[in-house]
């Protein structure tokens, strides 16, 4: 089972030199630090992302949905994630503490208040996303409007061992103008693989082999991937000038279960992160 | 996606000497249809027509003129699954879940449809904007309820399916279960037996759906090739079946907006000379 960590360092809109600069510096980062960093196959996001619209007649303001169309190639390179969850009208301060957790369990109090249902999710062929997001803002314009699309294109990732690291200059692409973009700044997906506890047969790790035995699944203990990824982390940026910016973090969620709810798990970190862009 | 459609209505007493008609012309043997159709509608109420424009401007000078956008159109959209035989044999718990926990390889058995309203002019056939996505994986019910839909009813649509060159063609009837429908607030969790689906139509006359896609409306030669290859195909059916173009009301799925009615209903009769 792989468990991911997510790092965001927000660059301004109008310098994507900046974030080359950054990305770069990363690369490097990773190439001298590790010796067994193998170069994989580059990576590439789509995103676009959609807020309900209340009711015209509506006086108070409303809690809004937001829905979130994501490709991820490395996910699955054959399907396109749509995701909606609520998110009450109450605007997110900026926290101290530059941990987000997307768990939107009520027992975190730093968390602005999302309401307790987390969201649906379904998948759809890559081939007819277009097409979906077409028919949303068209057909279904009173109730859903559209709000920014992000992409990441030719991300380069690496595989140093335990880890996977995914990384991308997260580029706000306009409708009208093709050519100029904005960046919204650098995204460093680290991943790792967890090591079930008495399960020492690589070959079946993947095989739903664990859901057969269901108390093992609830031994599985996310805090320690968590703080590797951590660790790899901090390893990594030491040496690397972000600037102004502040690095974000946002983990996948505790409740993780194996198989399909795994990608589902991935899908909403990855939406913790790029709604906020908004 | 845009369709070209032509529809015409059969007797069941007719039904397998044109099912026979249609394997003839299409050289083909008919493929079984089974679909479940879940309807849903948004939550919201379609606003009163009229009504943007009487919610008034500013009266600020300095203000930009704001044109308030005209009412846009709340449909109602559908839910389709196909079906198979074995899927109305399973009579316990396990048959046909609303979730799909399909991955990449198997086959999307859930649709999200939605259909337009057909366009207003006269071509001699019907053309509608229509969009229909595969649902891969996740819960197609919950999505669609976020969407911010509500259930409204379902039916079940059992017929054949045929291709001819461009022209698909659909022979169908629509099942329901009879009674049921009132009560629900949301759609089944496990299929009813087959036997117990009645046709909507008691006379349970086959419905004849002759359809062609069009990818783009802006091509004139394609659409007009789309067109005169329906009209042939309806010149051909003469005499077996009549397929005419039905009135584009009749198709319509848009929301209509239902006035509130302010007045009450006396309770009891007014007399006359009581206070």
């Keep these: 089972m792989k468990y991911s960590g997510l790092y965001h360092i927000p660059i301004a809109h109008n310098t994507p030199e900046a974030s080359t600069t950054v990305l770069n510096a990363l690369i490097h980062s990773i190439e001298t630090k590790f010796d067994l960093a193998v170069r994989q196959l580059p990576w590439s996001l789509t995103h676009r992302l959609l807020r309900s619209v209340p009711p015209p007649t509506a006086q108070s303001p409303l809690p809004q949905s937001y829905q979130h169309i994501l490709q991820l190639s490395y996910l699955n390179p054959s399907q ?61 314009s009173p109730l859903w409007a559209f709000r920014h699309a992000l992409n990441v294109v030719n991300g380069p990732a690496y595989a140093t061992g335990q880890f996977v690291i995914h990384l991308g200059d997260l580029r706000a692409s306009r409708p009208g103008s093709a050519s100029v973009t904005s960046t919204s700044g650098i995204v460093v997906c680290i991943s790792t693989a967890i090591e079930d506890d008495d399960d020492d047969d690589d070959d079946l790790r993947d095989s739903g082999y664990m859901s057969l035995d269901g108390e093992v ?61 908004s | 996606m845009h369709e070209l459609l032509l529809f015409g209505q059969i007797p069941r007493s007719r039904h397998e000497q044109v099912l026979k008609i249609l394997a003839g012309v299409a050289a083909m043997q008919p493929r079984r249809v089974l679909e ?77 449809e939605f259909r337009d309203i057909p366009d207003t002019g006269d071509r001699g056939v019907l053309v509608r904007l229509t969009n229909s996505t595969d649902i891969m994986g996740g819960d197609p019910h919950a999505y669609v309820l976020n969407l911010g839909n509500q259930f409204v009813s379902e039916y079940y649509l059992e017929g054949h399916r045929f291709v001819h060159e461009n022209v698909v063609i659909l022979l169908f009837r629509i099942l329901h279960e ?29 419905i004849l759906e002759a359809k062609i896609r069009v990818q783009d409306l802006n091509n004139p030669a394609v659409l007009d090739a789309g067109v005169d290859e329906l009209k042939r195909f309806k010149t051909q059916m003469r005499g077996c079946v009549e397929i005419s173009v039905p009135d584009r009301l009749l198709l319509d799925t848009r929301v209509k907006w239902k006035p509130k009615t302010s007045v009450q209903p006396p309770a009891r009769p007014v007399q006359a000379g009581v206070r």
């Design chain 2, 178 to 206: 009879p009674g049921v429908r009132s009560l629900e607030t949301s759609p089944r969790d496990t299929l009813p037996s087959f036997a117990s689906l009645q046709p909507l139509d008691p006379s349970s006359a086959y």
């Design chain 1, 217 to 277: 699944e609830e031994e599985i203990d996310l805090g320690e991937a968590q703080a590797q990824i951590r660790a790899l982390w901090i390893m990594l940026k030491e040496g690397v000038e972000f600037g102004k910016a502040e690095p974000r973090e946002y983990m996948m969620s505790k409740e993780l279960v194996k198989g399909e709810r795994e990608k589902e798990a991935v899908v909403r970190m990855w939406c913790e992160l790029l709604r906020l862009r």
């Design chain 2, 36 to 112: 479940r159709h879940i309807v849903y509608k948004p939550l919201r109420e379609p606003e009163e027509p009229g009504a943007h424009l009487r919610r008034g401007g500013t009266q600020n000078v300095t203000s930009k003129n704001i044109k308030q956008a005209a009412a846009k159109d709340l449909y109602f959209t559908q839910l389709v699954q196909q079906l198979s035989e074995e899927d109305f044999d399973v009579s316990n718990a396990q048959g046909s879940s609303l979730t799909t926990a399909s991955d990449s390889g198997a086959e999307a058995k859930w649709a999200y």
């Design chain 1, 80 to 140: 396109t994630y749509c995701y909606i969850h609520p998110f009450s009208a109450i605007h997110p301060s900026h926290p101290a503490n530059p941990q987000i957790k997307p768990d939107p369990s009520p027992s975190t109090t730093q968390q602005p208040q999302a309401s307790a249902a987390p969201g649906t999710i379904i998948s759809i062929p890559v081939s007819q996303s277009e097409a979906h997001i077409g028919f949303l803002v068209n057909q279904l």
